[in-house]
């Protein structure tokens, strides 16, 4: 079983900031890329931003510049430092494996996520 623990949303005024973090416990953690992915009404889910086991980053061209991607191997924690907040950027925010989800892992589809946590920007 795969554990995903998003927090760290909330309610910011346009222009603000906000730190997510997800907990992702279990072994597998060191080995993988780790991505936040972020659904909006009306829209697929969508990578926002992800680290390499490496930690080089990327990120989609909606939030470069704007959100920072870290993750410390330690804790078995990824986090996604995120300023200058827009409308747009309004969401479920959730963290996953971009390697491993969708696929077929050991005969099982790996399709685990966590609850997620709620950004909301107001203008």
């Known amino acids: 079983q795969v554990q995903l623990v998003e927090s760290g949303g909330g309610l910011v005024q346009t222009g603000g900031s906000l730190r997510l973090s997800c907990l992702a416990p279990?072994?597998?953690?060191?080995?993988?890329?780790m991505a936040w992915y972020r659904r909006t009404p009306g829209r697929p889910r969508e990578l926002v931003a992800r680290v390499f086991t490496t930690g080089s980053t990327s990120y989609s061209r909606s939030v470069e510049g704007r959100f920072t991607i870290s993750r410390d191997n330690a804790k078995n924690e990824v986090y996604l430092q995120m300023d200058n907040l827009k409308p747009e950027d309004t969401g479920l925010y959730y963290c996953?494996?971009?390697?491993?989800?969708?696929?077929?892992?050991?005969?099982?589809?790996?399709?685990?996520w966590g609850q997620g946590t709620q950004v909301t920007v107001s203008t």
């Open positions: 279990g072994s597998i953690f060191k080995y993988n890329d």
């Open positions: 996953n494996y971009p390697q491993l989800v969708g696929k077929i892992i050991g005969g099982a589809l790996f399709d685990y």
